[in-house]
């Protein structure tokens, strides 16, 4: 996930980057890469020249141009962005909150605070996410979220759509995993098979069964690694 930071006081972003720091270390599943801005005018002039971003954290009351402001110009661009908005003053948090924002930020902000609104911006993201497919019958765009498993089928994969729609491509079970390791939902079961753990309504030594009837058999030698990831999946889901 590409993550911007904006503020114009040097030690609020490095309390920024430090609680972000001790948020990747309870979260290695989630890659960041992490871009840091003094003023609003740098970060404008960033996404005006193509930088994207999933998360943004923006100082609301900095020289020249409000947060806010900034947060409009940065929300034309990429719609599903989270925004992340930290101040001194509640003054701000109507405009914040008309805007949809993410989360709202009081300094001093404590880790729990701050790990709030950062399950909050993935959630947004993950919920948000798409990806572009080359199908057989042609291109796809899909959410991430609509994928229940994908399932080897000789030289084609075959993903199955929480719609029921099945999707077929010519791709090797590694190469999509690649695509969407990313996503900590996503986890790959045996050579054949990569399942999304929110569609996973039972799982035992053997056999991991999902929502739509599907069993997908769990080789022995993944059993244990299977069913200690399905145990993280659940807790991490339980304490948003």
Do not use: W
Not at 85 to 97: D, G, K, R
Request: aromatic fraction near 10%.
């Amino acid at each position: 996930m590409r993550i911007a930071i904006c503020d114009d006081i040097p030690k609020e972003l490095e309390k920024i980057l430090a609680a972000l720091d001790v948020y990747k270390e309870a979260h290695p599943e989630l890659c960041f890469e992490i871009d840091k801005y003094s003023t609003a005018l740098d970060i404008l002039h960033a996404v005006e020249q193509g930088k994207g971003y999933d998360i943004a954290f923006l100082d609301i009351c900095m020289p020249g141009i409000l947060g806010t402001d900034v947060a409009g110009e940065m929300l034309a661009q990429s719609p599903d962005m989270g925004i992340i908005f930290l101040t001194i003053s509640n003054e701000y948090a109507v405009a914040a909150f008309a805007m949809n924002a993410t989360h709202y930020l009081l300094k001093p902000f404590s880790q729990a605070e701050f790990d709030m609104a950062m399950d909050r911006a993935v959630k947004k993201v993950m919920d948000c996410a798409f990806i572009s497919l080359s199908c057989v019958d042609g291109m796809y765009r899909i959410r991430i979220s609509e994928i229940v498993f994908v399932e080897s089928q000789g030289h084609y994969l075959m993903l199955r759509l929480s719609s029921g729609e099945v999707l077929r491509m010519r791709k090797k079970i590694f190469q999509m995993f690649e695509e969407i390791k990313k996503y900590s939902e996503f986890i790959q079961v045996g050579a054949s098979y990569i399942a999304n753990l929110s569609f996973v309504r039972k799982i035992s030594v053997d056999t991991m069964k999902m929502y739509n009837g599907t069993n997908i058999p769990i080789p022995r030698r993944s059993s244990g690694k299977v069913q200690k990831a399905y145990m993280n999946f659940c807790r991490n889901e339980a304490m948003k």
